[in-house]
C-alpha cells in the first residue's frame, strides 16, 4: 500500500498493489474504485469529470449498490407501517466510508448506520467492505451485520464499467445461459437471445443467469475479465451506451425494486452477519 495520496479532485485515493496489477479506490466517494491496471492495460472506465464532482452520481469504477440495486416503484418501499424513500441504486455509493485496515494488498472500509440512513433505512448495521488484490485478482467482500433488534433486508448490487472502446463493442461478447431477461429500456419482459452491444442503449436484466459468474471478452487486443461471485448474486445485468467506451456487467442479488416486492430480497438475523464475495480477474 502506497499510503494514501491526493488523487482526482484532491480526494485521498488509496492503492494497492501486486506483482503487475495496480488498483486505486476513493473511500470518502462511495469506496469506489476508479482503476485496476493489470500489466498497464486499463480493465476499467472512468468519468472522472463525475468523481470531481460531487453533485454527480459517479460514471465509471465500481460503484457498490446498497441497500438497494436500481429504482424502487416511486423510489419508494414499506417498512414499520410508513413510507421510507431511497434514490435509485442507494445510498452507500455516495456516502463516505471510513479506513479500518490498509495494507499492500489489502484495503477493508467501512459503513456504519447514521441518523442521515436511517431516515431512509430504519435498520442499525455495520457494512464492511475489503478490497484484496492476488496477482490479476481483485476480490470485494462485502460483510453485513444485523445491529438491530429485527431482521435485516436488504438487496446488493455492483456497477462496474469496463473498459470496452465503441470500436471494439461489435466484437464483445458476455457469456451467459440465460434465456429472458427483463428488458430495461424497453420496461417488459423479453426472451433472451443474445445481446448487441453496438445498440443505442442496452440494459438488459438476465433473469435466469445460472452461473456463479461470466467471462466479458472485450474484443481484439484486449485482455477477457472473468467474473466470479457468491451465489446470492442471482442477477445479471447488462448496460451500455452507444458511444461511451465502457459495457457495465452487474451482478446483483435480487431483481429491481426487491425491498418494495420483497422478490429475493435478502436478510439477516439480528445480531448475525452474512458475507458475500465479488472477484474480477483480467
Known amino acids: 500500500m502506497s499510503g494514501p495520496f491526493p488523487g482526482i479532485a484532491g480526494l485521498e485515493t488509496y ?7 495496480r488498483v486505486e479506490v476513493i473511500p470518502t466517494r462511495g469506496a469506489l474504485v476508479t482503476r485496476m491496471v493489470v500489466d498497464g492495460e486499463e480493465v476499467l472506465y472512468l468519468d472522472e469529470g463525475t468523481v470531481a464532482d460531487l453533485t454527480k452520481s459517479v460514471r465509471g469504477g465500481i460503484p457498490v449498490l446498497f441497500p438497494n440495486a436500481g429504482p424502487l416503484p416511486g423510489d419508494t418501499y414499506p417498512a414499520d407501517r410508513k413510507a421510507y424513500s431511497l434514490p435509485q441504486h442507494g445510498f452507500a455509493r455516495k456516502l463516505p466510508w471510513t479506513v479500518r485496515q490498509a495494507e499492500e494488498s489489502l484495503l477493508v472500509l467501512g ?4 441518523e442521515e440512513t436511517l431516515r431512509q433505512y430504519p435498520w442499525a448495521f455495520d457494512a464492511q467492505l475489503a478490497f484484496s488484490l492476488a496477482g490479476r485478482r481483485l476480490t470485494l467482500d462485502f460483510d453485513l451485520e444485523n445491529r438491530d433488534t429485527r431482521p435485516l433486508p436488504f438487496h446488493l448490487g455492483y456497477h462496474p464499467y469496463f473498459r470496452v472502446p465503441q470500436g471494439q463493442k461489435a466484437q464483445a461478447r458476455v457469456e ?3 434465456t429472458h431477461a427483463w428488458d430495461n429500456r424497453a420496461k417488459h419482459e423479453v426472451p433472451f ?3 448487441d452491444l453496438t445498440a443505442q442503449e442496452v440494459d438488459m436484466h438476465l433473469r435466469d443467469h445460472s452461473a456463479p459468474g461470466t467471462v466479458l471478452e472485450r474484443g481484439p487486443g484486449l485482455s477477457p475479465v472473468k467474473l466470479s461471485w457468491s451465489g446470492e448474486f442471482r442477477m445479471l ?3 451500455t451506451l452507444a458511444g461511451k467506451d465502457f459495457v457495465c456487467v452487474e451482478p446483483w442479488t435480487a431483481a429491481a425494486g426487491a425491498l418494495a416486492t420483497g422478490e ?11 458475507s458475500l464475495a465479488f472477484d474480477i480477474e483480467a
Open 264 to 274: 429475493g430480497l435478502l436478510h439477516v438475523a439480528p445480531g448475525e452477519r452474512v
Open 111 to 114: 459503513l456504519t448506520s447514521s
Open 237 to 239: 445485468v447488462v448496460w
Open 15 to 21: 492503492a494497492l498493489e501486486d506483482g503487475g496489477c
Open 176 to 178: 451467459t445461459d440465460a
Open 193 to 195: 437471445t443474445g445481446l
